[in-house]
């Protein structure tokens, strides 16, 4: 198989009281296992059509690809952004923060309001934007729509029911409200520092 599901830097319970075990359980092992498998089938049925030179169904095929790949690629960055131990962001993070937002506290509610805001299921993400050279806040739709390729994802939050139905049920404002609390700002200190330096050259060459 080509992709496989991660393992968690940590136990299901080590969340609560903010993400109950039962919800990480079945969102990392049922949900996510989900999104590897499909992943794996649509690679499987491109090598497949590609043997017999007939692409009838790629135009599915590449859909599939896309959600189940999206999904796939969203909960591994998802869950190295949780910790059960969460400061603040420090250092070039935070300055960055400040600098492209005007404070942490404007970055939060802006992130927060972009997460509460979103039509149906997707997720809400600080990005940095490899054209622009600057960070961004977007809304992602699904698991693949409304993210431009030159965007690379620093914090993701995932606002599908399935990741906290079974402890906030529809009120989503106090879930974005717990995320605060478990967020891994050394694991996004060191995607930003991992792409900001290099990235606008890499993508205009």
Same mark, same amino acid.
Request: negative net charge.
């Given at each position: 198989?080509?992709?496989?599901?991660?393992? @968690?830097?940590?136990g299901? +319970? &080590?969340? #609560?009281?903010?993400i109950? %075990?039962?919800i990480? $359980?079945?969102h990392h092992?049922?949900?996510?296992?989900?999104y590897v498998t499909?992943?794996?089938?649509?690679?499987?049925?491109?090598?497949?059509?590609?043997?017999?030179d007939?692409?009838a169904?790629l135009p599915k095929?590449?859909?599939?690809?896309?959600?189940?790949?999206?999904?796939?690629?969203?909960?591994?960055i998802?869950?190295?952004n @949780?910790?059960?131990?969460? +400061? &603040?962001p #420090?250092g070039?993070?935070? %300055?960055?923060?400040? $600098?492209?937002f005007g404070s942490?506290?404007?970055f939060?509610?802006?992130?927060?309001?972009?997460?509460?805001?979103?039509?149906?299921s997707?997720?809400?993400?600080?990005?940095w934007?490899?054209?622009?050279?600057?960070?961004?806040?977007?809304?992602?739709?699904?698991?693949?729509?409304n993210?431009?390729?030159g965007n690379i994802?620093?914090?993701?939050?995932?606002?599908?029911?399935?990741a906290?139905?079974?402890?906030y049920?529809n009120?989503k404002?106090?879930?974005?409200k717990?995320f605060?609390?478990i967020?891994s700002?050394?694991?996004v200190?060191?995607?930003?520092?991992?792409?900001?330096?290099h990235s606008?050259?890499?993508?205009?060459?």
């Amino acid at each position: 198989m080509t992709y496989q599901l991660p393992e @968690l830097n940590y136990g299901y +319970s &080590a969340l #609560e009281p903010h993400i109950s %075990a039962r919800i990480m $359980e079945l969102h990392h092992s049922k949900h996510h296992q989900a999104y590897v498998t499909g992943a794996n089938a649509a690679l499987e049925a491109m090598e497949k059509a590609r043997s017999e030179d007939n692409f009838a169904t790629l135009p599915k095929l590449q859909k599939d690809l896309a959600f189940n790949l999206g999904g796939h690629v969203n909960h591994s960055i998802f869950w190295k952004n @949780l910790s059960p131990s969460s +400061s &603040a962001p #420090e250092g070039d993070l935070a %300055a960055a923060i400040t $600098e492209y937002f005007g404070s942490f506290e404007a970055f939060k509610n802006h992130f927060s309001a972009a997460a509460i805001g979103i039509q149906g299921s997707g997720w809400a993400y600080l990005a940095w934007d490899a054209l622009g050279n600057r960070m961004i806040i977007g809304q992602l739709y699904d698991q693949q729509g409304n993210l431009a390729m030159g965007n690379i994802p620093l914090l993701m939050l995932d606002m599908w029911e399935h990741a906290f139905y079974l402890d906030y049920q529809n009120v989503k404002a106090d879930y974005v409200k717990a995320f605060w609390n478990i967020i891994s700002w050394e694991d996004v200190a060191n995607r930003f520092g991992s792409v900001s330096v290099h990235s606008k050259s890499l993508l205009l060459g």
